[in-house]
C-alpha cells in the first residue's frame, strides 16, 4: 500500500501500490473485540502504512488482502450504481 487517509466518517482511503484506490468503511468494525481501540476519533485518525498494510498506534493491523477486498466491493458497488443512474442510451451513436 502506498498510502491512507482516514475520513471524518471513521472511512479509510486507501491507495495500493499497483494504482488502484478505494474506500474501507471501518464503522461496523469498531464495536468488536481489539478494533473497540481505535473507535475514539483521535486515535483512528493516526493510522499509516506500516509494510505491506495499515496499522494504528494501538498495534492494531489489518489483513492487506482483507483491505484489498473490501476497498475492492466498494469500488464495484460504486460503479454499479453509476451504471444503473445513466439512462439507457446516453452515450451511443
Request: glycine share 8%.
Amino acid at each position: 500500500m502506498k498510502s491512507v487517509v482516514a475520513g471524518e466518517d471513521y472511512s479509510l482511503f486507501v491507495v495500493f501500490d499497483n494504482g488502484e484506490s478505494g474506500t474501507l468503511d471501518m464503522k461496523g468494525f469498531l464495536d468488536f473485540g481489539v478494533f473497540q481501540r481505535p473507535k475514539d476519533y483521535d486515535a483512528f485518525r493516526r493510522v499509516r502504512v506500516a509494510f505491506d498494510t495499515i496499522e494504528w498506534d494501538s498495534g492494531i493491523d489489518l489483513d492487506p488482502e482483507f483491505v484489498y477486498a473490501k476497498c475492492k466491493s466498494t469500488q464495484s458497488a460504486q460503479v454499479n450504481a453509476s451504471k444503473s443512474e445513466t439512462p439507457q442510451g446516453l452515450g451511443q451513436s
